[in-house]
């Protein structure tokens, strides 16, 4: 069975700053998906950034690249430059094995100083 | 650009009363995806459709039934609902077979 893991509940930035959002994804796949989603207060699910396991490059999406290490199960997002429309709730997924099924973690809830 | 519509938005039902929440995207993908999102958590696939004309179970299934019943259209139905389906729902569609690119704005649904 997969796993998820999200440590961090909360997390706070200075507006312009950088900050690093946390992840550890277990599975027995040696192929996969990995994704990070944004839900800000309107609720709506965005697709931030995706990243395929069998590539060693990791993925980068203007402001928002990720550190992938598939030996050490870490998946984390780093947020550079943060504006005040980062503020969200960010969730990490990976793919369960079939189309769509993607598990995810708890979230962490991103802060915004101005 | 509509992109993914859901309706309602909001629904209040009493157990064992049904109804059916819409879906339709406008991008021309092949697959959409129905969710539940319960408080703290994550989104659970309940049935996704790879396809016009195909369906398939995803993590929890039970108490649901879908209807892909057009390329635009994806519907999710609670033929007696409980108080535990009391959720936001959210539907979903990509051009993909990997995960889900752009969602509705959810349906909340509480169920007395």
């Known amino acids: 069975a997969q796993t998820v893991t999200q440590s961090q509940p909360e997390m706070s930035v200075q507006e312009a700053e950088t900050v690093t959002l946390s992840c550890t994804y277990d599975?027995?796949?040696?192929?996969?998906?990995l994704f990070w989603y944004k839900q800000p207060p309107s609720r709506q699910m965005i697709l931030v950034i995706r990243?395929?396991?069998?590539?060693?490059q990791n993925a980068t999406e203007n402001r928002f690249s990720v550190n992938f290490q598939k030996a050490a199960k870490s998946f984390s997002l780093k947020i550079s430059d943060s504006q005040l429309g980062d503020a969200a709730m960010y969730f990490c997924?990976?793919?369960?094995?079939?189309?769509?099924?993607?598990?995810f973690g708890k979230g962490t809830k991103l802060s915004v100083k101005p | 650009n509509a992109g993914v519509t859901q309706t309602p938005k909001f629904q209040v039902l009493k157990t064992g009363q049904s109804m059916t929440l819409q879906c339709a995207q406008d991008?021309?993908?092949?697959?959409m995806y129905w969710y539940r999102q319960d408080p703290g958590m994550g989104l659970r696939l309940i049935y996704y459709?790879?396809?016009?004309?195909?369906?398939d179970k995803g993590e929890v299934p039970n108490g649901y039934n879908v209807s892909r019943l057009n390329k635009r259209e994806f519907s999710l139905r609670l033929e007696s609902a409980a108080p535990s389906q009391t959720s936001v729902y959210f539907c979903?569609?990509?051009?993909?077979?990997?995960?889900?690119?752009?969602f509705g704005d959810g349906t909340r649904l509480s169920i007395l």
């Open positions: 979903a569609s990509s051009d993909n077979r990997v995960s889900p690119q752009h």
């Open positions: 599975t027995s796949e040696s192929d996969y998906y």
């Open positions: 990243q395929e396991a069998y590539k060693q």
């Open positions: 997924a990976g793919d369960g094995g079939s189309q769509g099924n993607l598990i």
């Open positions: 991008m021309n993908h092949n697959s």
């Open positions: 459709s790879a396809s016009e004309g195909t369906t």
